[in-house]
């Protein structure tokens, strides 16, 4: 079997300080975790920016940049900004950070009901975004939180603002959205393109369960407390550890980690960044 890609989300827009201390929030700390997730096993790391001062989800520019390039000093994995934003942030706000081209980005291909918000992506700022992406080189990863977000994200090709092998990752167990299941993780597989990759982001306890099974099933796997503070019932997590059961969980079941070279290969990248 392919080796596993282990992608790490550490930061997220939700968890703060309070809930757990080891969620890393300035640029210095989200660098500072990276390091030790490379060193753990993790070839993808997902950026989202905080603002400093009061922790919450930040579009600036400026922020996106720091961490960006303070990554790609100091690791060698591929960097994956998220382009989402939360209920009104309009598409200028969520397509700047795209300038720093970096390998791959995130791309959810329709809006969702998230607990207290809507999650809200027209099919307008859908192409918008892909259509920066593609004109940027940088590969999507098509955010799925729901069976017909597939059929979006196809749509995206037959326009040309896609190109294939398309990569998919499913967010699962987050209420509103689809529920993390084995038969729903076998439904999203079964509905995708066959040439076309994917991990799982279970939400919360879902981490674990849906994890196990895409190693189990070819797909790859996304952990972090972006989705899940933590490690077990009542014992918070640090991205790290949770990146590191992975790799032992993925071993024992004779499945090989990928290193982010070899996980830019099976992803196909384009804006391959060696430096
Ligand atoms: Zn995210």
Request: aromatic fraction near 4%; charged fraction near 25%; glycine fraction near 8%.
């Amino acid at each position: 079997m392919e080796k596993l890609i282990i992608t790490v989300a550490p930061t997220g827009s939700l968890p703060t300080k309070k809930m757990t201390p080891h969620v890393p929030i300035t640029p210095e700390e989200i660098i500072d975790t990276g390091i030790r997730c490379e060193e753990a096993g993790a070839s993808i790391l997902h950026i989202h920016a905080r603002n400093p001062v009061d922790e919450s989800a930040s579009t600036d520019y400026a922020l996106f940049r720091e961490i960006y390039e303070g990554l790609r000093e100091k690791t060698h994995m591929i960097l994956q900004i998220s382009t989402g934003g939360r209920a009104g942030m309009a598409y200028e706000q969520r397509c700047e950070r795209l300038r720093l081209k970096p390998e791959m980005a995130s791309l959810t291909t329709g809006s969702v009901n998230f607990p207290d918000s809507v999650y809200e992506n027209s099919p307008a700022l859908i192409e918008a975004l892909a259509s920066d992406m593609s004109r940027l080189g940088i590969k999507p990863e098509m955010e799925i939180f729901d069976v017909s977000m597939i059929s979006n994200a196809l749509g995206l090709v037959d326009k040309g603002l896609a190109e294939p092998p398309l990569h998919f990752d499913f967010v699962m167990g987050l209420r509103g959205a689809i529920p993390a299941s084995i038969e729903n993780l076998v439904l999203l597989k079964n509905t995708i393109p066959p040439d076309a990759t994917w991990t799982v982001a279970g939400i919360g306890p879902a981490q674990l369960t849906m994890g196990v099974h895409a190693i189990l099933m070819g797909g790859h796997v996304r952990v972090g407390l972006e989705d899940n503070i933590y490690y077990r019932r009542g014992e918070l997590a640090t991205n790290e550890g949770l990146v590191e059961r992975v790799v032992r969980l993925s071993r024992e079941l004779g499945r090989e980690v990928a290193d982010a070279d070899e996980a830019r290969k099976i992803l196909n990248l384009r804006n391959q960044d060696t430096g």
